[in-house]
């Protein structure tokens, strides 16, 4: 099913913002409509659309004061925004330009013309964002960086595997890795870098680098704790000017072969879904640390799990559980739950063909990544 290109149309006059709004839902658009520039400061907190489209002359705050205002706010600056109005100003229209507009509509612009104006725009951003990809691309495989591993590990008595699929073919700000320290402990590692595409992309080797060389560090001092390798790097990013104001998520989990458990602690993450085989229950694993660099103390915890045979455990990012809806983005943890009950049973090869990832694969709203661990044998 193709995606929907959104608009957010901004008029407070209703008249405008219906005729408007038929006319672009004909023409297979999804429109998002706003009788103020406040109403429309609220919608763009639940869902982000592709352009904005926004009347000049509007009470309150007028159109030239919303583009500053989402000029101000990076989350919102990038948006492609065209004014609509119905006066033919040089100044006006010059003065819109100066705030990064891509587009002045006159109201009286046939709407014809108006949709093709907007297709236009959009089509020639789809074509850049594909040249940049590719060109993107080739230059990650030239350097041979890679966000999640190529390879899974061998590990003693366990099956390991991972499904991770990038917000529109970017590489983005999840990362995966698995450090195998000797044959008895393995460590893995889920990360979530906020933010998406190559921005969060490039952050998230930093965030690699600091998890790699805390692990090495405090298992060559002979502390094997998630609770300590955690808060010492929850320490280094919390110093370091480059990345303390990039916020990321972590699951950090130590396989222990010889004891046949697992040693978790997590940053901001969401809590671990473990199964147990025994009894064919579902736990939901939380850890109440923060995200890490966000304070100096990220109150981190350490939880250990015994594993029996076939005992199943899952880790993976918020982008598994969002979803659009009408009214925006939606998380809901339960939906996880319950597409994975079926499977709980079954190789976890026939999970990641199923129904629900397929779906996550094409019509997800930001990088997914889905970690499965299993106890395979005493």
Same mark, same amino acid.
């Given at each position: %099913?193709?995606?929907?290109?959104?608009?957010?149309?901004? =008029?407070?006059?209703?008249?405008?913002?219906?005729?408007?709004?038929?006319?672009?839902?004909?023409?297979?658009?999804?429109? %998002?409509?706003?009788?103020?520039?406040?109403?429309?400061? $609220?919608?763009?907190?639940?869902?982000?659309?592709?352009?904005?489209?926004?009347?000049?002359?509007?009470? =309150?705050?007028?159109?030239? %004061?919303?583009?500053?205002? *989402?000029?101000?706010?990076?989350?919102?600056?990038?948006?492609?925004?065209?004014?609509?109005?119905?006066?033919?100003?040089?100044?006006?229209?010059?003065?819109?330009?100066?705030?990064?507009?891509? =587009?002045?509509?006159?109201?009286?612009?046939?709407?014809?013309?108006?949709?093709?104006?907007?297709?236009?725009?959009?089509?020639?951003?789809?074509?850049?964002?594909?040249?940049?990809?590719?060109?993107?691309?080739?230059?990650?495989?030239? *350097?041979?960086?890679?966000?999640?591993?190529?390879?899974?590990?061998?590990?003693?008595?366990?099956?390991?595997? #991972? +499904?991770?699929?990038?917000?529109?073919?970017?590489?983005?700000?999840?990362?995966? =890795?698995?450090?195998?320290?000797?044959?008895?402990?393995?460590?893995?590692?889920?990360?979530?870098?906020?933010?998406?595409? +190559?921005?969060? +992309?490039?952050?998230?080797?930093?965030?690699?680098?600091?998890?790699?060389?805390?692990?090495?560090?405090?298992?060559?001092?002979?502390?094997?704790?998630?609770?300590?390798?955690?808060?010492?790097?929850?320490?280094?990013?919390?110093?370091?000017?480059?990345?303390?104001?990039?916020?990321?998520?972590?699951?950090?989990?130590?396989?222990?072969?010889?004891?046949?458990?697992?040693?978790?602690?997590?940053?901001? $993450?969401?809590?671990?879904?473990?199964?147990?085989?025994?009894?064919?229950?579902?736990?939901?694993?939380?850890?109440?640390?923060?995200?890490?660099?966000?304070?100096?103390?990220?109150?981190?915890?350490?939880?250990?799990?015994?594993?029996?045979?076939?005992?199943?455990?899952?880790?993976? /990012?918020?982008?598994?559980?969002?979803?659009?809806?009408?009214?925006?983005?939606?998380?809901?943890?339960?939906? #996880?739950?319950?597409?994975?009950?079926?499977?709980?049973?079954?190789?976890?090869?026939?999970?990641?063909?199923?129904?629900?990832?397929?779906?996550?694969?094409?019509?997800?709203?930001? $990088?997914?990544?889905?970690?499965?661990?299993?106890? /395979?044998?005493?």
């Amino acid at each position: %099913m193709p995606v929907l290109k959104k608009i957010l149309l901004v =008029d407070d006059n209703p008249i405008v913002l219906e005729m408007m709004g038929r006319a672009l839902s004909k023409e297979g658009f999804y429109c %998002m409509k706003a009788i103020s520039a406040n109403a429309a400061m $609220d919608m763009l907190k639940q869902e982000r659309p592709d352009i904005i489209l926004s009347d000049y002359h509007m009470p =309150d705050m007028d159109g030239f %004061m919303f583009r500053q205002k *989402l000029i101000a706010m990076p989350a919102y600056k990038d948006i492609p925004f065209m004014f609509l109005t119905s006066e033919v100003d040089n100044d006006l229209m010059l003065e819109g330009i100066n705030l990064e507009a891509v =587009d002045y509509i006159l109201k009286d612009t046939p709407l014809p013309v108006v949709v093709s104006k907007i297709n236009n725009f959009l089509n020639s951003v789809r074509e850049e964002h594909e040249r940049t990809l590719k060109e993107l691309s080739v230059a990650a495989m030239a *350097l041979n960086l890679h966000s999640v591993p190529q390879t899974l590990p061998a590990v003693n008595g366990f099956e390991i595997d #991972f +499904w991770h699929t990038s917000f529109q073919n970017y590489p983005g700000g999840d990362f995966i =890795d698995f450090i195998t320290i000797d044959e008895r402990h393995t460590f893995v590692v889920l990360g979530d870098v906020m933010g998406k595409k +190559w921005g969060a +992309w490039y952050f998230s080797f930093g965030f690699l680098s600091y998890i790699r060389a805390a692990v090495r560090i405090c298992i060559s001092e002979g502390n094997f704790s998630t609770k300590s390798i955690l808060q010492k790097i929850n320490a280094v990013v919390y110093h370091d000017p480059v990345v303390n104001d990039v916020l990321s998520s972590l699951s950090l989990i130590m396989i222990d072969t010889a004891a046949s458990a697992i040693t978790y602690s997590g940053a901001g $993450d969401l809590p671990l879904l473990y199964y147990n085989h025994a009894d064919g229950s579902l736990t939901q694993i939380r850890s109440g640390g923060m995200l890490l660099g966000l304070m100096p103390d990220g109150d981190f915890d350490e939880v250990t799990l015994k594993l029996t045979n076939g005992d199943r455990l899952f880790a993976f /990012t918020d982008g598994i559980i969002d979803f659009e809806t009408e009214k925006g983005k939606k998380t809901d943890y339960e939906t #996880f739950t319950t597409a994975v009950t079926p499977f709980l049973t079954q190789p976890f090869a026939s999970f990641k063909q199923s129904g629900f990832l397929k779906e996550k694969a094409t019509a997800h709203i930001d $990088d997914c990544s889905l970690i499965y661990l299993q106890k /395979t044998s005493s």
